[in-house]
């Protein structure tokens, strides 16, 4: 499998200013993504851009007591911005959980629950 490397450019330039107190994290639509459950991986999330799935290890959750939201927005955030750095996903991750609503929450779940287990 072949993964895409994320760029990191101009981010500021193009991204809605998420970590301002004022601006709401807004969780888009991930058509024609598939979020699977893959519980025989070893990493708790990978993004494959090429045939766009979202594989996620609930598995590997449960038995390190991480985070399952954490994990969603942080691929969804790989998703919605291929071109940004690892590191840029992981601070925005954090600055985004602190602002999920409940139903920003039960949208991220939902998308694990339309697809089957692998």
């Not at 025989?40 to 999330?45: A, F, L, P, T, V």
């Not at 290890?57 to 390190?64: E, T, V």
Request: charged share 35%; proline share 3%.
């Amino acid at each position: 499998m072949k993964r895409t490397k994320s760029k990191s450019g101009n981010w500021a330039a193009v991204l809605p200013s998420i970590a301002s107190a004022t601006v709401p994290l807004v969780l888009r639509d991930t058509k024609g993504w598939k979020w699977v459950v893959d519980d025989r991986m070893r990493d708790y999330g990978e993004t494959d851009y090429e045939r766009r799935i979202v594989r996620i290890n609930c598995a590997l959750h449960r038995k390190h007591r991480v985070s399952l939201l954490d994990t969603l927005l942080h691929e969804d955030l790989h998703v919605q911005y291929p071109f940004l750095s690892e590191r840029m996903v992981c601070e925005l991750t954090s600055a985004g959980l602190r602002r999920l609503t409940a139903r920003d929450k039960a949208r991220l779940y939902a998308r694990l629950r339309r697809y089957k287990r692998r």
